[in-house]
């Protein structure tokens, strides 16, 4: 198999677990009397490739979720910008006050936040990102 046709094909796989995740959320709004445009989906793209999100931005996706700040925030930089102007990228896992800087700058969302300290970390990172114009 050539890497075109490698490519081809995880193209159409991760198209294809997209369509299945999709039905289950129609089924679900369906079931709960709810529309389809109230429920926000969220790819967790943790352990897979960037190029994963490169194709899910392809196929519509706009948000993606990582819980591991090393992983993502190597892989959001490796994301070509047209790419990465696309995404909202949320936090999703258990944050460190040590990494809100890193956090502050590739991560739009943060949905973990259980502590003041946490709060004031973050606060002070997005102005130094504000700052310095990022």
Known sequence: MTVGQNSTARRDEVSAGLARVEERIAAACRAAGRSRGDVQLIAVTKNFPGSDIEVLCELGVTDIGENR???????IAALPQDVRQRLQVHFIGQLQSNKAH?????????????????????????????????
Not at 69 to 75: G, H, L, P, R, T
Not at 110 to 131: C, F, G, N, P, W
Request: charge should be neutral; charged fraction near 30%; proline fraction near 0%.
């Open 69 to 75: 700040d090393q992983e993502a925030s190597a892989k």
């Open 102 to 134: 890193s956090l502050a700058t590739y991560v739009d969302t943060v949905h973990s936040i259980d502590r003041d300290k946490m709060v004031i970390a973050l606060d002070r990172a997005a102005a130094a990102q504000r700052s310095a114009n990022r």
